[in-house]
């Protein structure tokens, strides 16, 4: 197995004028480096080798979406050593959830910003080769009877992909998961990673943390319908993102997320209301 050197996948890419590299930690399915070159900033980001349909999927959603919302520009990609590499442009901003850190009162104002943003991207129509495959085929429940449309859908929008500067929403990255269909089908399943994800901060006091969970869930649903989106007759969405978040969780097996698995079974075996 060859290991990844950035600096030889920047060489099959083409890129020249190379000032400065650095490792990026927080990609959970790839690895990413922060490339400084030719007097621009750039995100270099390798998939594993049975990601290739993922990258290919993910650079065409987000040029797509460009234009409509903040996503990064794809600069180039390539396959090295038969692993994707997209080169995209870096977006400033840090993630949503490192600011509700930060700021927990801000809360309210930063989940407006994160549901419009999501509210803009369902305006985009899905480009024909992602109207099929990906991973809502790979989690194989079907969509509810009432799901209608060709929407463009992130499918992994929670506040780790979402970057903010300031309160306004920079960046929406990290787009693998990406598909089409009802919007609503992708505006449950962040409002289901919102109510049950982890929140992995130690440091804050936990009725701080539920608090400001509420202030975001409210905040984001306010800035969801002001864009136009539309959470009508959602119950049978909720019910769907609930089982495919739930299988997509328990077919990874992370013991990072046993309570969060806990409360959504809860939820999905009719035993727990949606809070």
């Known amino acids: 197995m060859v290991l990844p050197d950035p600096k030889d996948i920047l060489e099959t890419l083409g890129v020249e004028q190379i000032v400065h590299i650095e490792a990026v930690s927080g990609g959970s399915d790839t690895m990413i480096w922060k490339v400084t070159h030719g007097g621009q900033v750039s995100a270099l980001r390798l998939f594993r080798p049975e990601q290739v349909d993922a990258a290919r999927r993910e650079a065409i959603a987000m040029t797509a979406a460009r234009g409509v919302a903040p996503v990064p520009q794809l600069r180039r990609e390539c396959v090295w050593y038969?692993?994707?590499?997209?080169?995209?442009?870096?977006?400033?901003?840090?993630?949503?959830?490192?600011?509700?850190?930060a700021n927990p009162a801000a809360a309210f104002d930063l989940g407006v910003a994160f549901g419009g943003a999501?509210?803009?991207?369902?305006?985009?129509?899905?480009?024909?080769?992602?109207?099929?495959?990906?991973?809502?085929?790979?989690?194989g429940i079907p969509f509810p009877d009432e799901a209608r449309g060709n929407a463009l859908l992130h499918f992994d929008y929670h506040p780790l992909n979402v970057l903010i500067d300031g309160r306004n929403v920079s960046g929406v990255v990290d787009w693998p998961n990406c598909g089409a269909g009802d919007p609503r089908l992708d505006a449950a399943r962040t409002l289901v990673m919102l109510q049950f994800g982890p929140v992995n901060a130690e440091a804050l006091d936990p009725s701080l943390i539920e608090h400001a969970r509420e202030l975001l869930i409210t905040g984001?649903?306010?800035?969801?319908?002001?864009?136009?989106?539309?959470?009508?007759?959602?119950?049978?969405?909720?019910?769907?993102?609930?089982?495919?978040?739930?299988?997509?969780l328990e077919r990874k097996s992370d013991p990072n997320v046993t309570e969060t698995v806990t409360n959504l079974r809860a939820f999905v075996e009719g035993s727990s209301p949606f809070p």
């Open 82 to 101: 038969g692993r994707p590499a997209l080169f995209l442009e870096w977006m400033r901003g840090v993630p949503l959830r490192d600011r509700l850190f």
């Open 118 to 139: 999501q509210a803009l991207i369902h305006t985009v129509e899905a480009p024909q080769v992602l109207q099929s495959g990906g991973w809502t085929d790979w989690i």
């Open 220 to 248: 984001w649903r306010t800035g969801y319908l002001a864009n136009g989106g539309s959470l009508s007759n959602f119950a049978p969405f909720l019910s769907w993102a609930g089982n495919a978040t739930l299988c997509d």
